[in-house]
């Protein structure tokens, strides 16, 4: 601390001056003293608060840097629409169709051979022998089995062993597409590797789902169908008919009529084309195709030539025709064909209404055409098909971050 001293100096011979004189400047040295003092615990303490709020803000900064790292990191995690709210761990982002018991050691996950893939089929009673024959193949190996009744009728199928396995689903009246658009979300079926999305009029006795499924994984086909036996079935499209010694195509060769295919052919039905009666997919096929299936388009006629945009990569590759497993399309009337039970009642109840009618007769054409509504349901179907492809040409004009993969020159497309 510094030191001051004051000492008089000469002064003035008159003592009241010398008085006066002297008592300020006494009263000076002591003002002075008294601001050297207080500097010094001023200056002191402004050094221990400086010091205090340059560490504050050090910490501050740090932990702002910290809790910034953080935000960042947290921002970049892929968090599950109306999740944010939950610790991560605690969100199970996907299902599946497994039953589960009421009590037993199902925590333990006991289960030894959990099953890997689905088939889902819209089926109706008159057709229950030829879906018991295709169930019987697919449970025997350990597939998931998801039925679609589409005229109410559930009960009935109680007399098959495989029925209490089996998940029912009823809605009066829907197609397989109406179905899968509810029911088959991609988060609830996240666990199959493979669905099969097939019809109920399909015979499957040289066709055996193992051995299809290491068919696929090994040509890596993300979008196929088994092969149809073109001695038994109705092909529509060339190149769903099964071709002799081989394991698997993906293209067809037309040199006659309209719409030639051959090795220069890149678009569907010449490649990268599959029929809808017996689609299988990939589980990351069937995310993009899930999304592509328009709510109100149920019977999906126009879809079946965008499937390859879903392939995982080139539909030339990708999509295939199994040939070393085949079915046959037996091209059976159900959608739209009604008969005397349905008519009076629906499904609902089908065996006591069966038993109070009348054993069916046969029916003038008058009375058929009443029953009959598959003309209707044709009509609708290529409806549907013209409001589909509007909404992709729309959608793909629209869109102008979307690059088309497949695009062809426009004199390709008008031949």
């Given at each position: 601390m510094k030191t001051l001293s004051c000492k008089c100096i000469s002064l003035p011979s008159d003592s009241k001056s010398r008085s006066y004189l002297c008592s300020l400047f006494i009263g000076a040295c002591l003002f002075v003293g008294v601001y050297y003092i207080a500097s010094e615990f001023t200056v002191k303490d402004y050094k221990e608060r400086s010091s205090s709020w340059q560490i504050n803000v050090l910490q501050n900064t740090h932990s702002n840097s910290i809790r910034n790292t953080q935000s960042s990191k947290c921002k970049s995690q892929c968090r599950p629409s109306g999740s944010e709210?939950?610790?991560?761990?605690?969100?199970?982002?996907?299902?599946?169709?497994?039953?589960?018991?009421?009590?037993?050691?199902?925590?333990?996950?006991?289960?030894?051979?959990?099953s890997k893939s689905l088939l889902a089929m819209a089926v109706g009673i008159k057709q229950k022998e030829i879906v018991n024959q295709i169930v019987e193949k697919f449970i025997l190996s350990n597939f998931v089995v998801m039925l679609f009744h589409y005229d109410g009728v559930v009960d009935e199928w109680r007399e098959f062993a495989w029925s209490n396995q089996a998940i029912h689903v009823t809605v009066v009246n829907q197609t397989k597409w109406w179905f899968a658009k509810r029911f088959l979300h991609p988060d609830i079926v996240a666990e199959y590797n493979y669905i099969f999305l097939w019809d109920e009029d399909l015979g499957v006795e040289n066709f055996h789902p193992g051995r299809y499924i290491s068919i696929v994984k090994d040509e890596g086909l993300e979008i196929s169908q088994p092969a149809l036996d073109p001695m038994k079935s109705r092909v529509h499209h060339q190149i769903t008919a099964r071709v002799r010694n081989s394991k698997v195509h993906r293209r067809t060769y037309k040199n006659r009529g309209s719409g030639r295919c051959d090795d220069q052919s890149m678009a569907p039905p010449c490649v990268g084309w599959v029929e809808m009666m017996a689609?299988?997919?990939?589980?990351?096929?069937?995310?993009?195709?899930?999304?592509?299936?328009?709510?109100?388009?149920?019977?999906?006629?126009?879809?079946?030539m965008q499937l390859g945009y879903c392939a995982q990569g080139d539909r030339t590759k990708n999509v295939g025709v199994v040939d070393s497993e085949y079915i046959v399309h037996l091209a059976l009337p159900t959608l739209g064909v009604l008969d005397e039970n349905e008519l009076h009642g629906g499904g609902r109840g089908h065996s006591s209404q069966r038993e109070k009618l009348p054993k069916p007769v046969a029916l003038a054409p008058s009375e058929f055409q009443e029953l009959d509504n598959r003309s209707a349901v044709r009509r609708q179907s290529f409806i549907e098909m013209q409001i589909f492809r509007s909404r992709w040409s729309s959608a793909v004009k629209e869109d102008k971050c979307w690059v088309d993969p497949y695009a062809q020159p426009t004199e390709d497309r008008k031949q």
């Amino acid at each position: 601390m510094k030191t001051l001293s004051c000492k008089c100096i000469s002064l003035p011979s008159d003592s009241k001056s010398r008085s006066y004189l002297c008592s300020l400047f006494i009263g000076a040295c002591l003002f002075v003293g008294v601001y050297y003092i207080a500097s010094e615990f001023t200056v002191k303490d402004y050094k221990e608060r400086s010091s205090s709020w340059q560490i504050n803000v050090l910490q501050n900064t740090h932990s702002n840097s910290i809790r910034n790292t953080q935000s960042s990191k947290c921002k970049s995690q892929c968090r599950p629409s109306g999740s944010e709210a939950l610790p991560e761990g605690i969100v199970v982002k996907t299902s599946n169709l497994e039953a589960q018991p009421l009590w037993g050691a199902t925590l333990n996950n006991e289960k030894s051979s959990p099953s890997k893939s689905l088939l889902a089929m819209a089926v109706g009673i008159k057709q229950k022998e030829i879906v018991n024959q295709i169930v019987e193949k697919f449970i025997l190996s350990n597939f998931v089995v998801m039925l679609f009744h589409y005229d109410g009728v559930v009960d009935e199928w109680r007399e098959f062993a495989w029925s209490n396995q089996a998940i029912h689903v009823t809605v009066v009246n829907q197609t397989k597409w109406w179905f899968a658009k509810r029911f088959l979300h991609p988060d609830i079926v996240a666990e199959y590797n493979y669905i099969f999305l097939w019809d109920e009029d399909l015979g499957v006795e040289n066709f055996h789902p193992g051995r299809y499924i290491s068919i696929v994984k090994d040509e890596g086909l993300e979008i196929s169908q088994p092969a149809l036996d073109p001695m038994k079935s109705r092909v529509h499209h060339q190149i769903t008919a099964r071709v002799r010694n081989s394991k698997v195509h993906r293209r067809t060769y037309k040199n006659r009529g309209s719409g030639r295919c051959d090795d220069q052919s890149m678009a569907p039905p010449c490649v990268g084309w599959v029929e809808m009666m017996a689609p299988v997919f990939s589980k990351g096929a069937w995310r993009c195709v899930w999304h592509m299936i328009q709510n109100e388009l149920i019977h999906a006629w126009g879809v079946d030539m965008q499937l390859g945009y879903c392939a995982q990569g080139d539909r030339t590759k990708n999509v295939g025709v199994v040939d070393s497993e085949y079915i046959v399309h037996l091209a059976l009337p159900t959608l739209g064909v009604l008969d005397e039970n349905e008519l009076h009642g629906g499904g609902r109840g089908h065996s006591s209404q069966r038993e109070k009618l009348p054993k069916p007769v046969a029916l003038a054409p008058s009375e058929f055409q009443e029953l009959d509504n598959r003309s209707a349901v044709r009509r609708q179907s290529f409806i549907e098909m013209q409001i589909f492809r509007s909404r992709w040409s729309s959608a793909v004009k629209e869109d102008k971050c979307w690059v088309d993969p497949y695009a062809q020159p426009t004199e390709d497309r008008k031949q």
